[in-house]
C-alpha cells in the first residue's frame, strides 16, 4: 500500500500532537522538522481539526493541540481522511472474466490484511513503538 | 476472546490516596473451585454457556497442564476477573518450540486496570521458563479491539500467516465446489 504524501504528513504529524498532548504546537515547528512548507502542512492539520484530533488555538502562543484518544486512534482512522482505500481494478476486457474475479479475490486477501493492521495499530502503541526504537538506538549508539 | 488494553496512567496511580488504592491483582494457576466463575466470565462475554467444554479445556489444561500447559486466572477481591490459556507447541507449522495463546477473556467491568497485560506477562514468563523465546496468536482479522490490545503490548506480524479452505457440507464434492455451488 502506497500512502499519499499528505496521508504521511498527517500521520506524522498526529504523532507529534499526541506525544506532547498538553503543549500548542505551532504548524511552523513540524513543518520546518519535516521539510514540508506551512502552507501544505496547513491544508493537512486543517481535516485533522475538521476530525476532531486536534484542534487550533489562535493567536500567541497559539498552535495546535491533540485532542483524540490515543489509545483508541488508529492509524486507519486518520489515514481514511486523506485515502479512498476502496480502490477497484481498471475495467477488465470483455474475455477477463473468471481472470478478473480470482484476481480481485488475492488484491480484496491482500487488501483485509492492510486494513486489519492499520485498524490495530494506535497511535499509543506507535508512539511506545518510538519510545522503545529510540531507547534501543541510544543504546545502540551509547 | 476478549481484552483490556494498557494499564491506568502512572501519574494516576501515585496520586491515588492509600485508602483508595486499587485492590492487589493475583495471577496464579487455575483451581476447580475458579471453574464456575470462568464458565460465567465467558458466558458474559460471548453469551454462550460452555460448562462442558471447559471442563474439559480443565482436565487437559488445569489438572494435567502446568508442564507445558497453562491455564491462568486474574483474582482481585477474591474473584476471578480473568484467565488465560497457553501453551507451548512443538514444531508444529515447521517451527521450533514456540508458546501459543490461544484463550484469554477478562470480564467487562474490570478492563482497562492492566488485568490483560499482567495475565499476558505471566504466560509469557512462564513459556520463557520453559525456553521458549516466541509467543504466538490469531484473531479475528475484524477484530480490531483485540488486535490492538496485543499491538499494544509489543506483538506483531509474525512469519506465519492463516490460510482456510471453506470446506462446503458433506456431498458437495471437492474443496471449493461449495463456491461454484452458489453461484
Redesign the interface.
Known amino acids: 500500500m502506497k500512502l499519499q504524501k499528505n496521508t504521511v504528513l498527517a500521520l506524522y504529524s498526529v504523532l507529534e500532537f499526541a506525544a506532547r498532548p498538553d503543549e500548542h504546537i505551532p504548524a511552523g515547528e513540524i513543518a520546518e522538522k519535516y521539510g514540508e512548507s506551512v502552507h501544505h502542512l496547513a491544508k493537512v492539520l486543517s481535516e485533522l481539526v475538521r476530525a476532531r484530533i486536534v484542534a487550533s488555538v489562535r493567536g500567541v502562543g497559539g498552535g495546535y493541540r491533540f485532542i483524540g484518544n490515543a489509545?483508541r486512534l488508529?492509524l486507519l482512522n486518520v489515514i481514511v481522511l486523506f485515502e479512498d482505500l476502496a480502490q477497484e481494478l481498471p475495467e477488465p476486457p470483455p474475455q477477463a472474466g473468471a481472470t478478473h474475479e480470482a484476481l480481485v479475490r488475492v488484491l480484496g486477501e491482500i487488501d483485509?490484511?492492510a486494513l486489519?493492521?492499520l485498524?490495530?495499530?494506535?497511535i499509543?502503541?506507535l508512539l511506545?513503538d518510538i519510545g522503545?526504537a529510540g531507547g534501543a538506538a541510544g543504546k545502540a549508539a551509547g | 476472546m476478549t481484552i483490556e488494553p494498557q494499564r491506568a496512567p502512572e501519574r494516576v496511580r501515585k496520586t491515588a490516596a492509600p485508602a483508595a488504592a486499587a485492590p492487589v491483582l493475583h495471577i496464579r494457576t487455575v483451581k476447580a473451585a475458579d471453574l464456575p466463575a470462568v464458565v460465567a466470565l465467558d458466558a458474559t462475554v460471548t453469551g454462550l454457556h460452555k460448562a462442558a467444554y471447559w471442563q474439559r479445556v480443565y482436565r487437559r489444561y488445569g489438572v494435567n497442564g502446568q508442564g507445558q500447559r497453562h491455564f491462568l486466572v486474574a483474582e482481585r477481591d477474591g474473584r476471578v476477573c480473568g484467565f488465560v490459556i497457553g501453551e507451548v507447541r512443538d514444531w508444529e507449522f515447521g517451527a521450533p518450540p514456540c508458546g501459543w495463546l490461544f484463550a484469554m477473556d477478562v470480564m467487562p467491568s474490570a478492563r482497562q486496570s492492566g488485568v490483560g497485560g499482567r495475565l499476558l506477562a505471566e504466560l509469557a514468563q512462564r513459556f520463557r521458563r520453559e525456553g521458549v523465546r516466541v509467543l504466538r496468536t490469531m484473531t479475528a482479522s475484524d477484530n480490531s479491539l483485540i488486535q490492538s490490545f496485543f499491538r499494544s503490548q509489543g506483538m506483531r506480524a509474525g512469519h506465519l500467516l492463516p490460510l482456510e479452505l471453506d470446506l462446503g457440507s458433506e456431498g458437495e464434492g471437492q474443496p471449493g465446489a461449495a463456491r461454484k455451488a452458489r453461484r
Open positions: 489509545r488508529t483485509r490484511i486489519a493492521t485498524g490495530s495499530v494506535t499509543a502503541t511506545k522503545r
